[in-house]
Nanobody, 127 residues
């Protein structure tokens, strides 16, 4: 098990940028596939981005490609989500997720693929 704590959310104007962080506990962070999901009010939790153990492979939801960047620093046990060109529809609670399953081994875009979740961080976009 790994404990995940997100931070970096807040209120940002449309068109602005934000960087979310997810700090993980434990010594084996480099063996976890990491991902970001988001859940807007009244909607289901949806996939945003995922990154492989080494950080060399990344996947994104179509709605965020070109605007969001997921990255990780295994020395700091942290995964990041850089959000640029924010849109009102990006407003949601953003959750960090982790699994020991390799990124290529299953449906990385499905919440049930992941075993560990953070508490979430709110991103609000003003237009």
């Amino acid at each position: 098990q790994v404990q995940l704590v997100e931070s970096g959310g807040g209120l940002v104007q449309a068109g602005g940028s934000l960087r979310l962080s997810c700090a993980a506990s434990g010594r084996t962070f480099s063996r976890y596939t990491m991902a970001w999901f988001r859940q807007a009010s009244g909607k289901e939790r949806g996939f945003v981005a995922a990154v492989s153990w080494s950080g060399g492979i990344t996947y994104y939801a179509d709605s965020v490609k070109g605007r969001f960047t997921i990255s990780r620093d295994n020395a700091k046990n942290t995964v990041y989500l850089q959000i640029n060109s924010l849109k009102p529809e990006d407003a949601a609670v953003y959750y960090c997720a982790a699994t020991t399953r390799p990124l290529y081994s299953g449906p990385y875009g499905v919440p049930t693929f992941y075993d560990n979740w953070g508490q979430g961080t709110q991103v609000t976009v003003s237009s």
